[in-house]
C-alpha cells in the first residue's frame, strides 16, 4: 500500500494485499479459531508480542482486512471493528473512562447513542453533560471538570444535520487535553476526514453508508495515533494493566495504545465482535462508499432544492442548501458534499407526515438511513420516541419532521414518487 493513494484508490486496494496464489478477493474466514504448532508462539499472542490471529473474537482476517481499509481511508494508525455502530460508541469511552468520570458531548445525537450517555453511562457511574454544539467556546469550557476525559460529537447530527463546527470542538479538545471522538457515520471518510479537523478518535455505525446496501449492522473505532495519553489523566493507558502482566500500553504500543488497549483489553471481556461475513461485506462496502457518496449528496441536494420551491413544503433542512445555517460549515469540511439526509416539514404537520410516508411507493418506510435504496421515516414516533419533548428538540427533533435518505436511485424517480405523496398527503 502506498501511503500518498488518494483515498479512492485506498478504498480498492488497502487491507488485503494477497500473495501468489492466495485468493484476489479478502475470504471470508468463517472460523472461530486458529491452529499453531507451538507453545511458545501462542504465549506470544496472548503477551501481544505477536498480531496474528487466535481467536475470532480478538481478530479474525476478514476483519482485519475491513479495519486496515477504513484505518487508510480514514487517516489512522489502527481500527478496531465491532457487531454494531452502539457497541463503538460504547467502546470508544469506556476505553477511556471509568466510573466517576465524566464526558462532553453534543446535543445534536442520534437517539441510540442520547440514550446511551442519557441512561446507560450514568448507571455505570460515567456522568455525560450534553452541550448545545453552537454555544460560544467559552461557554463550552464551563462545562469542564477535572474528572472530564472526552468530548463527543457527529460530524453531521442526525436527524438534525447541523454541521460540527471542528475548529471550536478541536481547539476545546486541545485546550482541555481531552480527545475530540466523532461520530462521522453520515460524513463518510469520503466527505469528511475527521482526523485533518483535529479530531482524535472516529467511529462509524457502518450500518449506514459504509455497508450501504442495508445488510449488516456494525461498527467501527478508528484511531489517530495522535493524542498524547501522558498527562496524567489516564492511567489506565500509561500505568501497569494487571490483567495484561502488567503492560503498559503507552510504552509499549505508542501512538497504537488506545486502540491495542480496546481489542485486547474490552474486546477481550465484553466481547461485541462483528461476524466475518458482515466485515467482508463492509470491506465491499468501502470499496464502492465514494462513488455511491457522490451520488447520495447529488440527489440529496436536487430533492432538497426542488421540495424547498415546493407549495406543500413549510421548511427544508439540508446543509447543503444556502438557506442552511451549517452551509458555510458545510462547504469547509465537506465540500464533496453534504451526504444524503435531508429532513424536511410538510404543510398539515403530523397528520400529512404520516399520509406522506404512508403514499411514497419507491421510497420505502424504514428505520434506517444510508442505504442505496431511498428511505423515509418520522423521527419523533420512531428512533427518537423514547426521549422526553425537551430531550427531541435538544436533539433537533420536531414532531412535524419526515426525515428522507436519498438513495442511488435516478433522481427523476425519486422526485416523482415525492410529488405523488406530496399530493396525497394534503387530501
Ligand atoms: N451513530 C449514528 C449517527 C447513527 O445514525 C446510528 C444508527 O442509526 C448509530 C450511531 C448506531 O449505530 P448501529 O445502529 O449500527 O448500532
Known amino acids: 500500500m502506498d501511503k500518498n493513494w488518494k483515498l479512492e484508490t485506498l478504498a480498492i486496494q488497502a487491507g488485503y494485499s494477497p500473495k501468489a496464489t492466495e485468493p484476489r478477493i479478502v475470504p471470508i474466514v468463517q472460523s472461530t479459531t486458529f491452529k499453531y504448532d507451538s507453545a511458545e508462539h501462542v504465549a506470544k499472542l496472548f503477551d501481544l508480542d505477536a498480531a496474528d490471529p487466535f481467536y475470532t473474537r480478538l481478530g479474525n482476517p476478514t476483519t482485519s482486512a475491513f479495519e486496515g481499509k477504513i484505518a487508510a481511508m480514514e487517516g489512522g494508525v489502527g481500527a478496531l471493528a465491532t457487531s454494531a455502530g452502539q457497541a463503538a460508541s460504547t467502546l470508544s469511552i469506556l476505553n477511556i473512562c471509568r466510573s466517576g468520570q465524566h464526558i462532553i458531548s453534543a446535543s445534536t445525537l442520534y437517539g441510540g447513542t442520547y440514550s446511551l450517555f442519557a441512561n446507560t453511562l450514568p448507571k455505570m457511574g460515567i456522568e455525560v453533560t450534553f452541550v448545545d454544539p453552537e454555544a460560544p467556546l467559552d461557554e463550552l469550557k464551563k462545562h469542564f471538570r477535572a474528572e472530564t476525559r472526552a468530548i463527543f460529537a457527529e460530524t453531521i447530527g442526525n436527524p438534525g444535520l447541523n454541521v460540527l463546527d471542528f475548529e471550536k470542538f478541536s481547539a476545546l479538545a486541545k485546550e482541555m487535553r481531552v480527545p475530540l471522538i466523532i461520530d462521522n457515520t453520515f460524513g463518510t471518510p469520503y466527505l469528511c476526514r475527521p482526523f485533518e479537523h483535529g479530531a482524535h478518535i472516529v467511529i462509524h455505525s457502518t450500518t449506514k453508508y459504509i ?29 501497569p494493566d494487571s490483567s495484561y502482566h502488567g503492560l503498559r500500553y503507552v510504552e509499549k ?108 411507493k419507491l421510497i420505502a418506510l424504514v428505520v434506517h438511513v ?16 423514547q426521549l422526553t419533548p425537551e430531550q427531541q428538540r ?34
Open 211 to 239: 455497508d450501504g446496501h442495508a445488510t449488516s449492522v456494525g461498527g467501527v473505532i478508528v484511531d489517530s495515533g495522535t493524542f498524547d495519553w501522558s498527562s496524567g489523566k489516564y492511567p489506565e493507558l500509561t500505568e
Open 253 to 360: 504500543f505508542g501512538p497504537l495504545a488506545y486502540i491495542i488497549k480496546a481489542r485486547a483489553q474490552l474486546m477481550r471481556d465484553i466481547g461485541t465482535t462483528p461476524a466475518p461475513l458482515n466485515s467482508f461485506l463492509n470491506n465491499l462496502g468501502l470499496e464502492t462508499v465514494a462513488l455511491r457518496m457522490e451520488r447520495h449528496s447529488y440527489n440529496a441536494l436536487k430533492l432538497a432544492q426542488y421540495l424547498e420551491e415546493h407549495a406543500d413544503v413549510t421548511w427544508v433542512n439540508y446543509p447543503g442548501l444556502p438557506s442552511h445555517p451549517s452551509y458555510s460549515r458545510a462547504q469547509k469540511y465537506l465540500p464533496k458534499g453534504a451526504s444524503g439526509v435531508l429532513t424536511f416539514g410538510i404543510k398539515g404537520g403530523k397528520e400529512a407526515g404520516i399520509k406522506f410516508m404512508e403514499s411514497t
Open 370 to 385: 444510508g442505504d442505496a435504496r431511498s428511505c423515509v421515516l418520522h423521527p419523533a414516533s420512531t428512533t427518537h420516541r
Open 394 to 427: 435538544a436533539s433537533g427533533v420536531s414532531p412535524d419532521l419526515i426525515r428522507l435518505s436519498v438513495g442511488i436511485e435516478h433522481i427523476d424517480d425519486i422526485i416523482a414518487d415525492v410529488e405523488q405523496a406530496l399530493q396525497a398527503s394534503q387530501k
